[in-house]
């Protein structure tokens, strides 16, 4: 079924990721769709919009021009207000969503009836999530450097460089969470010569990590007062827990925070999910970092959007056989053909089909059947 697909300009703070990369509108077209892509949607990622032309896509001039004309919407970012409006009803929606951390946009979804999938749920049979996986490399990587950063002087930091030089202790840091960010923050914190500990509850995944890190990070399992204990000595704090779906736990309390030297760093990549931290907040890359409890705190929500063309390529490498499925069969059909899809599909017919979403807002919810749904 031939569709018509729009690629808005992201509006969030300093995203320039675009949903759709050209070879990936290529692909599309060749199936029969047609593209419409906002002018200058992928500039920020390095791609111009002759670069969409060549591969077959329509370019429009205003984002209200591509949600008129497109049955389905595929971004980057979660939809912020302003863009509400823009919506039609019963159109469909494939992006990242974050769902419990925004009940406002929970709510308009379900009002308007859009059939939605996240990319943050989409989930394969083994646990892993394919569609979230490169951004949380990105954003794990993305964490250490900025915090490296933010131990700077100039950044409000205590002054220190975070692998230290001969003669000098390398600062110390405590990562939360050994899932895929994690494992990446950490990555650089070795490379960078810091002192790491990384904290998981899942003794598989510290097994795992034993044999990729061969002794060089720390690995333990948590409790309250170890967590307490280990946040107070650190330089640096990363929170990098997920629970697919579902608002973050916060593991660090305002206490521990307040514990830790004065100067230090707080990076929690789980703010979009609500985040594991007592004190983070979200901020923008316009204005990445604040100072709570004498600690440089860096909660932007959308790490990966300042290295926007590495983002989108990995992004929507990854996306695009998805896409595929959507284009052709709508959201609705593609999830009761996939379960894989399905495990992502957030809102349809106006209600609310995520269980986690709706324990987070205290919402009613409906059970996903695929084999209630026809094709």
């Known amino acids: 079924m031939a569709r018509v697909i729009g690629i808005p300009s992201e509006v969030k703070d300093s995203e320039r990721r675009v949903g759709l990369q050209p070879d990936g509108a290529a692909e599309l077209v060749h199936q029969g769709h047609e593209v419409l892509v906002q002018e200058g949607a992928g500039v920020g990622a390095g ?3 002759s670069e969409y032309e060549k591969a077959g896509a329509k370019l429009v001039s ?3 021009e591509v949600f008129e004309a497109a049955g389905l919407i595929v971004k980057v970012k979660e939809p912020v207000p302003s863009e ?3 919506f039609k009803e019963g159109q469909e929606l494939f992006t990242y969503l974050h769902l419990a951390a925004d009940k406002g946009l929970t709510e308009f979804l379900m009002q308007r009836k859009i059939a939605s999938i996240a990319y943050e749920t989409v989930e394969l049979d083994d646990g892993s999530l394919p569609l979230l996986t490169p951004m949380s490399e990105v954003a794990g990587r993305m964490a250490t450097q900025a915090a490296a950063h933010s131990l700077e002087n100039t950044s409000g930091g205590a002054g220190l460089l975070l692998g230290g030089v001969p003669g000098t202790p390398a600062a110390r840091v405590t990562i939360i969470g050994g899932g895929v960010s994690g494992t990446e923050a950490a990555k650089i914190a070795v490379g960078m010569r810091a002192v790491v500990r990384v904290m998981d509850i899942n003794p598989k995944r510290l097994a795992y990590l034993s044999d990729i890190f061969e002794g060089r990070v720390d690995l333990v399992t948590p409790n309250r007062a170890r ?3 280990y946040v107070a000595e650190s330089d640096v704090v990363i929170g990098a827990v997920l629970v697919a779906g579902a608002k973050a736990p ?5 206490e521990m925070v307040a514990s830790m030297r004065p100067g230090s760093v707080v990076a929690d990549i789980a703010i979009d999910q609500g985040g594991c931290i007592e004190t983070s907040r979200p901020t923008t890359h316009s204005e990445p970092t604040y100072i709570e409890e004498g600690v440089v705190h860096y909660c932007v929500a959308n790490i990966p959007g300042a290295v926007a063309r590495t983002s989108t390529l990995a992004l929507t490498s990854a996306t695009l056989p998805y896409l595929a499925r959507v284009a052709e069969s709508g959201i ?3 999830a009761a053909a996939d379960p894989v899809l399905a495990k992502g599909l957030s809102t349809l017919g106006g209600e609310l089909v995520s269980e986690p979403v709706a324990e987070a807002h205290g919402l009613e919810y409906s059970r996903y059947e695929a084999n209630e749904v026809s094709g």
């Not at 916060?250 to 305002?254: D, I, N, Q």
């Open 84 to 86: 509400y409006d823009l």
């Open 227 to 229: 967590t307490a204990a």
């Open 250 to 254: 916060k593991l660090v309390s305002r």
């Open 47 to 49: 791609f111009s919009d």
């Open 332 to 334: 609705e059909g593609a």
């Open 62 to 64: 205003t984002p209200g």
